[in-house]
Nanobody, 122 residues
Framework: VQLQASGGGLVQPGGSLKLSCVASGFTLGANAMGWFRQAPGKEREFVAGINRSNDMTYYADSVKGRFTISRDNANTVNLQMNSLKPEDTAVYLC?????????????????WGQGTLVTVSS
């Protein structure tokens, strides 16, 4: 069971990036999914989540209206990030939980990817 996050990089303020999370060894479509981020010296924080049936999505207030979580297929979950700000700089991690609802706390997830670094700087 493995989750692989990709798509991070260096982007200027106001720019966009699309992160992807691909699963191997299990089907993401059978899981609720979440994206978290962790900046140096800070705690891991919830960014976005999507329920197993894709009927609901959830966002942290800090990214609402700028980020969009979605599924491409049974094994890929994306995070489209627009209007990026320097405070969005962090390692972004995807996570899967075998329940129905996406959780907003890290302990609610069973599987984690290794993370991809997003740096927003001019």
């Amino acid at each position: 069971v493995q989750l692989q996050a990709s798509g991070g990089g260096l982007v200027q303020p106001g720019g966009s990036l699309k992160l992807s999370c691909v699963a191997s060894g299990f089907t993401l479509g059978a899981n609720a999914m979440g994206w978290f981020r962790q900046a140096p010296g800070k705690e891991r924080e919830f960014v976005a989540g999507i329920n197993r049936s894709n009927d609901m999505t959830y966002y942290a207030d800090s990214v609402k209206g700028r980020f969009t979580i979605s599924r491409d297929n049974a094994n890929t979950v994306n995070l489209q990030m627009n209007s990026l700000k320097p405070e969005d700089t962090a390692v972004y991690l995807c996570a899967a939980n075998s329940g129905y609802y996406a959780e907003s706390v890290a302990r609610g997830y069973d599987y984690w990817g290794q993370g991809t670094l997003v740096t927003v700087s001019s």
